[in-house]
């Protein structure tokens, strides 16, 4: 690989060049799925390319291929040079890098169980069994499985001196049991929404999961939701489960907090941010027990946002967001740090591969535990509703407005779990919503949950991001108006 | 571009490695450069090319597939062994078919040097030039102008040979004012249908209109959609046209086929051989596309199928499956829904398919309009109920009220709980169906609408 980097770097003239990196990586992935007692999707993927970007003309240029031939990478070098000098015709100011020092580094992330070495025959016989499991419940009309594997080794080198090997595993499965009847789709998924959980972990997490222990209940909560009463509509008090916190966390703080997204980088497409400039160490975001923080180091967990150096070579850190419900910090690279002043960037800059160029992406944001035990939170609820597991996400495009729906809630009364409700949703305005948070549980509670599907940029990129949370409760929350 | 002649080589020395029953390959890739501007600056300029290479193998009843996007003699050894190895471990499939044999293919022409031709130089260019147009108005321009250029092949052992090739420009802006915003956009395969500086122009002067907005209480509005907007809701509804996805009963239209669900006025054609359509003429397992009557009078009547899904439920393959093996079967991806009779945009490929006869434009329905609202496009849709169709999301980028026939001014955004059945059932005005590009769906066909009540349920702060 290095040769492939060093080659792309050569052929870029220095005298114009303020900065380059090149970025090769080597990928691999299997994808396996299940339904109703067959197999989907079967197949493994493999690939190998490199992107390089070029600081020219105070302007950047980026450019990439598969074609690793010598001809080829010389004219990736030149396209990228090409067309950092075209970028420079629409040109108001000249790029800053915030100052980083050249790292050379070798960082291969933990796992237990290499997921390439299972079989497909392993994986498959662990979908079905799941399968067969929840569709022994009477009323399953469509069970689905499904299990991801990824490893990719990538190799940064810059013009800065910088040499970082970094490989990460990825594993993510889930199941999901549908029922139909009386003219109603109802869903439950294990152990989250939208293809379960996901980590930086080897196949020990897919055991972790006990996917088949978990198969007979969703189907039954499936079929049992038909006959559970809407979810009533009104301002309530709820308790969010800590999936459906995660990703709460996601869409009105991990995205907002973007630094790119608030100087209008994405003004066009994925939108802006409430989050202005001037609001920082000012804005009240969330009550007193609010504690967020972006945390990339491994210390924080093996989340899906977990890394040694990001994409520009800065190391991995963590950064506070909220601290004591004070906004205080956003999520940065080396040009939009130093756009406004700061004297680092906090690394967080990831491509979802070697054909895109990085972006600012969410690492581990991740809501710090509380203090309240679960059954202690909902003992002291006299009048709530309990919600889990996602089923729809909105939000505004300042991140402002946000409604939710989720799969399936629980009445709480004089603190107790009472009957269960079906198509439950809340929504709110971001600040409000945070402000009104009351206790959060603690960290036997505490979970890093993976969102494997973070879309992003033009053109549109995936990322995987981490969220830790525990369950924790909303005063003063609208509910059900989707449904009214 | 990988081309024809190269695919067929690549196919040739796959079979001398494969000891399969069967083998496919699937080839697709091409070039695609984009160039991104905000605060009237380019930030973001990139290029990118690669090819895959996907194989899947049968052995008796079982297939898999492998991919590598490396084409030297030891990678494709490699993909094939993979391929046969996950295929071997494979369970088998009682309803896997063989595979299908050669066809035959209508020709569409949707390739343009032009559009491969063009050069960052010009791609900034024309983007300093809509910078420039908002400058004029004191706002802030962000937004992308991308060229590319593309190909699939698919070949297999049975005598099926694919080839398509094809182009596609894309201008989108979005002028940001003191208070409010405005937004266009336009996707064409030929570069030069795109008109950047009358795309500039046009969300100019709606963030110029949209200013100073006042917040209107949420409510059951008369509602004017932009086609964007249309389309960007009824994307949503055209995967469960999918056999599959009413034989797994996930579909709302399971157990509604033949029953009369939409207004009267509602037609609606998947027809990938549309002047204004995009796309190869073949599916993923390269059987020839048939255009489709989804909707007519405002009744499901047809749905899309697989080879596998139109012999487990008694159809006839439509050709809109996806590569094998998958779990999702198939769905419609060139959508027309029909709208008035002028224009030649308005001519479905299907014998006897009906549209409106008036059409209308955006203007005629907002003449006709007491009291509503006018929405430029939408954001953030997702399915909140998925038999009820009940989605929800966020006007953005010029919503404005209506009152006596005018556009009165901008009010602030609305998130709406609106369900697609009741959508559809309340069309009083249908525009001319035009190519439409949205961020929420691949670009369809549509009119814009102008509909009876549509469910705003909160309003956000600007």
Redesign the interface.
């Known amino acids: 690989m290095r040769e492939f980097a060093d080659a792309v770097l050569n052929h870029l003239d220095r005298r114009e060049v303020q900065y380059a990196d090149v970025r090769v990586i080597d990928s691999r992935e299997r994808n396996v799925a299940t339904k109703n007692g067959k197999v989907g999707t079967s197949s493994s993927d493999e690939s190998l390319g490199l992107g390089v970007r070029v600081l020219a003309q105070g302007c950047w240029g980026f450019a990439s291929t598969d074609d690793l031939s010598k001809a080829s990478l010389e004219a990736v070098a030149a396209r990228a040079l090409a067309i950092a000098r075209a970028s420079a015709l629409a040109k108001k100011a000249d790029i800053v890098l915030a100052p980083e020092q050249g790292v050379v580094a070798t960082w291969v992330s933990p796992f237990r169980t290499d997921p390439f070495s299972k079989s497909l025959d392993d994986n498959l016989s662990l979908l079905l069994r799941a399968d067969a499991e929840m569709r022994a419940v009477p009323g399953v009309t469509l069970a689905e499985g499904s299990l991801h594997f990824r490893r990719q080794q990538q190799l940064f080198v810059s013009t800065e001196g910088s040499v970082i090997d970094q490989t990460r595993v990825i594993s993510g499965g889930g199941i999901e049991a549908y029922s139909f009847s009386d003219q109603e789709i109802q869903k439950r998924s294990y152990p989250n929404s939208f293809r379960g959980q996901y980590a930086l972990k080897g196949y020990e997490l897919i055991e972790e999961m006990r996917l088949v222990e978990n198969a007979r209940r969703i189907g039954e909560e499936a079929v049992a939701l038909h006959r559970a009463p809407l979810c009533p509509q009104g301002t309530r008090t709820i308790i969010l489960d800590g999936s459906q916190v995660g990703l709460q966390i996601h869409e009105s703080i991990g995205h907002p907090i973007e630094l790119d997204r608030v100087l209008g980088s994405e003004a066009n497409y994925a939108g802006m941010s409430f989050l202005t400039i001037d609001q920082l160490r000012k804005l009240r975001y969330g009550s007193d027990i609010v504690n967020v923080v972006a945390d990339a180091r491994l210390e924080h967990g093996p989340g899906l946002g977990t890394f040694a150096y990001d994409d520009e070579g800065v190391a991995a850190q963590r950064a506070d967001i909220i601290k004591g419900g004070l906004f205080t910090g956003y999520l940065t690279s080396r040009e939009t740090a130093a756009a406004i002043g700061e004297g680092r960037s906090n690394g967080t800059m990831r491509a979802d591969g070697w054909s895109r160029i990085p972006l600012i992406r969410m690492t581990n944001v991740s809501l710090l535990p509380g203090e309240w035990k679960l059954e202690d939170l909902i003992a002291d609820t006299d009048d709530g509703i309990y919600m889990e597991t996602n089923r729809s996400w909105s939000i505004d495009d300042r991140r402002y407005h946000f409604q939710f729906g989720c799969e399936m809630a629980w009445e709480i009364k004089r603190g107790k779990m009472t009957r269960m409700f079906k198509n439950p949703s809340y929504s709110g305005i971001t600040t409000e919503f945070w402000n009104s948070c009351d206790a959060i549980c603690n960290a036997d509670h505490w979970r890093l949950w993976g969102t494997p599907n973070c879309g992003k940029g033009q053109p549109s990129q995936t990322m995987g991001t981490g969220h830790g949370a525990s369950p924790a409760r909303f005063r003063n929350v609208t509910v059900g108006i989707a449904y009214a | 571009m990988l081309s024809n002649t190269r695919c067929q080589d690549i196919f040739a020395e796959l079979l001398k490695y494969s000891d399969a029953d069967e083998t496919e390959l699937i080839v697709a890739g091409g070039a695609?450069?984009?160039?991104?501007?905000?605060?009237?600056?380019?930030?973001?300029?990139?290029?990118?090319?690669?090819?895959?290479l996907s194989v899947r193998t049968v052995y008796g009843n079982r297939t898999?597939?492998?991919?590598?996007?490396?084409f030297d003699s030891q990678s494709l050894k490699r993909?094939i062994a993979?391929a046969a190895?996950?295929t071997r471990?494979?369970?088998p499939?009682p309803?896997l078919l063989p595979m299908p044999g050669p066809q035959q293919y209508r020709a569409v022409e949707r390739y343009h040097e032009a559009t491969e031709a063009v050069?960052?130089?010009e791609?900034?260019?024309a983007?300093?030039r809509a910078?420039e147009i908002a400058e004029k108005s004191g706002q802030?321009a962000?937004?992308?102008f991308?060229t590319a250029s593309g190909m699939q092949a698919i070949l297999n052992s049975r005598g099926l040979a694919a080839y398509y090739r094809d182009t596609l420009a894309e201008f989108?802006?979005?002028t940001?004012a003191a208070d409010s915003?405005g937004?266009a956009k336009k996707t064409a395969p030929d570069v030069r249908e795109i008109d950047a500086e009358a795309l500039a122009m046009r969300a100019s002067r709606i963030a110029v209109q949209s200013r100073a907005p006042k917040e209107c209480s949420p409510g059951k509005y008369v509602t004017i959609l932009e086609p964007p907007a249309v389309l960007d809701l009824l994307g949503f509804m055209f995967w469960d046209f999918s056999g599959q996805a009413v034989r797994?009963?996930?579909s709302f239209l399971?157990?509604r086929m033949g029953t009369k669900l939409f207004g009267d006025n509602i037609h609606v054609t998947d027809d990938a051989y549309h002047p204004l359509q995009f796309g190869a003429p073949f599916d993923g397992e390269g059987v020839a596309r048939k255009a489709v009557q989804l909707v007519e009078g405002g009744v499901p009547k047809g749905l899309t199928y697989a080879r596998h899904t139109a012999k487990a439920m008694g159809a006839e393959p439509t050709g809109h499956g996806f590569p094998l093996?998958?779990?999702?079967g198939e769905a419609p991806l060139n959508i027309v829904v029909g709208g008035g009779t002028r224009g030649v945009e308005n001519v479905p490929s299907i014998e006897g398919a009906r549209s409106v006869e008036d059409a209308h434009s955006v203007e005629e329905m907002i003449a006709s309009t007491e009291r509503g609202v006018l929405v430029t496009r939408l954001?953030?849709?997702?399915?909140?109920?998925?038999?009820k169709k009940?989605l929800?999301?966020?006007t953005?980028d010029g919503t404005f009220y209506v009152e006596d026939g005018k556009v009165r001014h901008g009010i602030r955004?609305f998130?709406f709980?609106q369900s697609l059945i009741d959508l559809l059932n309340c069309v009083q005005m249908l525009g001319i169906p035009e190519r439409s590009s949205g961020?929420e769906s691949a670009p369809m066909v549509v009119p814009a609408m102008k509909v009876r009540e549509f469910n705003f349920?909160?309003?956000?702060?600007?």
């Not at chain 2, 898999?64 to 490396?70: D, E, G, L, M």
């Not at chain 2, 954001?379 to 038999?387: G, L, S």
Request: hydrophobic share 30%; no cysteine.
């Open positions: 695609s450069e984009l160039t991104r501007f905000a605060n009237n600056t380019i930030h973001q300029n990139v290029a990118e090319e690669g090819y895959t898999a597939r492998a991919s590598t996007n490396k993909v993979e190895s996950l471990q494979q369970q499939d309803e050069t960052p130089a791609r900034a260019q983007v300093r910078i802030t962000a937004g992308t991308s989108s802006v979005t940001l915003s937004w797994d009963q996930r399971t157990g093996p998958n779990e999702y954001w953030y849709i997702r399915e909140v109920d998925p038999y009940i929800t999301g966020m953005r955004n998130r709980n961020e349920t909160e309003v956000t702060k600007f």
